[in-house]
């Protein structure tokens, strides 16, 4: 999935979508355990589809990313000094 597809979703779906992830992978696990070896790429990808989900989700719990763009353009501009040779 897309993060910009996640970060979309209300905090239900982020949470239904999560659980779902999260049986499918143990599902996935359970059946490498039994020696089928088919889902590998599924298994990378529903794990990290799972850390895109907690991610933003912890994110709208901080208020993370509104708070990102106050805090940089609240940052004072400082002036660069001059070297003796521009100064001339």
Not at 42 to 70: C, H, P, Q, Y
Not at 72 to 86: G, H, N
């Amino acid at each position: 999935m897309e993060l910009t597809k996640i970060r979309n979703w209300s905090d239900e779906e982020l949470k239904v979508e999560g659980a779902k992830a999260s049986e499918q992978l143990f599902r996935i696990r359970f059946q490498a355990k039994l020696g089928q070896n088919d889902g590998v790429k599924k298994l990378r990808e529903l794990r990290k589809d799972i850390a895109r989900i907690k991610t933003v989700a912890r994110e709208r719990s901080l208020n993370i990313r509104g708070a990102e763009a106050v805090a940089v353009s609240a940052a004072p501009i400082k002036k660069a000094k001059k070297s003796k040779k521009e100064a001339k």
